[in-house]
Nanobody, 122 residues
Framework: QVRLVESGGGSVQAGGSLKLSCSVSGHAYAMGWFRQAPGTEREFVAAISWVDGIPYYADSIRGRVTIARDYPRNTLTLQMKRMRSEDTAVYYC??????????????????WGQGTQVTVSS
């Protein structure tokens, strides 16, 4: 079993930065961040293997976000910078205990956090 709890969401002005955290209980093979804006599908943001630390990023956001693991604190983070209004969404932390061939596919994750709201104002 894996339990995930996100934190760090809030409001930020366009061009600003925000860091999300996800506290992890249990053991995961890989973890990721997804986001969902009102009326849209949940979309992939970034993922990382808990085993080798290799990160993956959505093309649309590459260069503006950094996903990282904090082993001692068993925490996953997402640092976002140069934020835009289109980054406004509920951000979800996700985990899988199996090898996931397609880290950008939400169906490959079996565990999800409750989500944290991020609002970017222009």
């Amino acid at each position: 079993q894996v339990r995930l709890v996100e934190s760090g969401g809030g409001s930020v002005q366009a061009g600003g930065s925000l860091k999300l955290s996800c506290s992890v209980s249990g053991h995961a093979y890989a973890m990721g961040w997804f986001r969902q804006a009102p009326g849209t599908e949940r979309e992939f943001v970034a993922a990382i293997s808990w085993v080798d630390g290799i990160p993956y990023y959505a093309d649309s956001i590459r260069g503006r976000v950094t996903i990282a693991r904090d082993y001692p604190r068993n925490t996953l983070t997402l640092q976002m910078k140069r934020m835009r209004s289109e980054d406004t969404a509920v951000y979800y932390c996700a985990a899988t205990i199996y090898y996931n061939k397609n880290p950008n596919v939400k169906d490959e994750y079996g565990y999800w956090g409750q989500g944290t709201q991020v609002t970017v104002s222009s």
